[in-house]
């Protein structure tokens, strides 16, 4: 007299069941082929082995050109860090009173209102608000202004019930090629997708 019991209602419906099986075969299939390839890693500081944690990466730094600078932490005025581009031959008081574009960067947690009033305060001693983010609407806690570092500076002093996290000299990136010769050969052959018609 086996008594059969009800089977308990799935969380998951068919289609659900159906994706996840056709995922897991996906996931299966690429570490099918990955294990089956030889090892991406090679030369002699490479072991044998055929662990996917194993891929030799290259190395990428950054490096500045003497006319760009680098972005460097320069000092801290109470808790706050300041990140400033340095440039070889030039020494940063001699920046003091050359106005530029600065991202304040307010504590997590902070919001529109936070920002509104630091703004207004910032305003008061003739930094000029230029963007303010929104992280009440999940964005980014950050105030850009533009005035003078010796300003920037006072105010940072002067306010440090604000709980900044940093202050960063806003600068012009680019992103750093794997091979800087490979780029003109390569972006000579590019092709158009037929947009030069």
Known sequence: LARTLPHPP?????????????????????????LAEQPSCLGSGCPSSKSLLQVKQPVVTAKGSPEHGVLRKTMSVGKVPFYEKVVPGVELEQLDEVSGT??????????????????EA????????????????????????????????????????????SVEQDMEVSAIPDDPHSVDAASEGAASWGLDR
């Open 10 to 34: 799935s969380i998951f419906t068919i289609s659900d069941r159906v994706e996840m099986a056709g995922y897991l075969m996906f996931v299966s299939a690429t570490l099918a082929l990955a």
């Open 102 to 119: 600065w991202n304040v960067m307010m504590p997590k947690g902070s919001t529109d209102a936070d920002l509104a009033s630091a703004s």
């Open 122 to 165: 910032m305003s008061a001693v003739g930094l000029t608000p230029v963007f303010t983010g929104h992280p009440s609407e999940h964005g980014v806690p950050v105030i850009i202004v533009y005035g003078t570092r010796s300003s920037l500076v006072q105010f940072v002093h002067e306010h440090p019930d604000l709980d900044l996290s």
